[in-house]
């Protein structure tokens, strides 16, 4: 028993090593592919490099649900949002102070917010079903065409400092996009299914560790790409990177999910998990209100991550 518990953990560290570098491989690939094959590059941005970054959500979560641990797949959306803001933008805070763009604050912070109660109030019905996985997707396609229409304005242009081209060609961005899939793929299965051995091992249910060491993992993308950014002085793409992230966390991963298989919801996380994730985002408003995020405020977000994790436990 011992020595299965201990190739599982080795398992799921070789999961998260495969979804961190196929997110990578996969951002990479498929940016330098569409800007070599002239796509505009804020559309690359507002699509791939989001998309990119939730690319491992979107997979733990689509095979949980097809291999039926649609607790584990809730708790990976909802952990990942909390752990998004929380816990890496509270450790890129830690690292740098941030400077937030006005625009931020008076539509993406807003859309976050109407995307994370609707999913929440859709949840009370015990069930995210088809048709509210239907309307939350469709909500992301709204999503996508508002953000194009107001890239040039809203400075969504800094996304292309992710996604400069190499002097690559067409087959080498292709291989890599298609490795980086394969990661992906691979890393999810090894997660998800050492991840469930594990739980019900020593008797902690899947939910609780979707939300936990799931999502922690599954943000390991955002968490790389914050430090970078804050280190780098782009305050705009790290807290906007945050905001889509966690946009297409509910409206792509959940979405899409449910429409797979309808998502059952635990009444207790009605009280807790769910209000934890809503309390982390509306708690951006005042934090950003001045349009910065200072080092004792990300440490505050750090603080309220490590209290809610001991809660769980």
Do not use: C
């Amino acid at each position: 028993m011992g020595d299965e518990i201990t190739l599982q953990i080795f398992l799921f560290l070789i999961g998260l090593i495969l979804l961190y570098f196929g997110a990578e491989g996969l951002v990479r690939g498929a940016s330098n592919l569409a800007r070599a094959l002239h796509i505009r590059p804020v559309i690359v941005g507002l699509t791939v490099v989001a998309f990119g970054t939730s690319a491992p959500e979107l997979i733990v979560s689509l095979l949980a649900a097809v291999r039926r641990s649609e607790a584990l797949a809730v708790g990976n959306v909802v952990g990942s949002n909390i752990a998004n803001i929380g816990l890496v933008l509270g450790i890129a805070a830690l690292i740098r102070p941030l400077r937030v763009e006005r625009g931020l604050i008076r539509r993406e912070v807003p859309m976050m917010l109407a995307a994370s109660f609707l999913f929440y109030g859709f949840a009370w019905s015990g069930t995210i079903s088809r048709t509210f996985g239907g309307i939350l997707f469709a909500g992301l396609l709204v999503f996508l065409l508002y953000s194009a229409l107001t890239a040039k304005e809203s400075g969504v242009e800094s996304q292309e400092s992710r996604v400069r081209t190499e002097d690559s060609g067409l087959k080498t961005q292709l291989l890599l996009l298609l490795g980086g899939l394969g990661g992906l793929l691979g890393g999810a299965q090894l997660m998800v299914g050492s991840a469930v051995y594990l739980a019900r091992a020593i008797g902690v249910s899947e939910g609780i560790i979707g939300l936990t060491l799931v999502a922690g993992g599954t943000s390991l993308p955002e968490l790389a790409t914050s430090i970078v950014a804050a280190l780098k002085r782009e305050a705009n793409l790290l807290v906007g990177n945050i905001i889509g992230s966690n946009l297409f966390n509910i409206l792509a991963v959940a979405g899409l999910v449910s429409l797979v298989r309808p998502l059952p919801v635990e009444q207790g996380w009605l009280f807790f998990q769910f209000p934890a994730m809503l309390l982390f985002s509306l708690a951006l408003l005042p934090i950003m209100w001045d349009h910065k995020i200072s080092r004792w405020e990300g440490g505050l977000l750090l603080a309220a991550y490590l209290a809610f994790l001991a809660r769980l436990f």
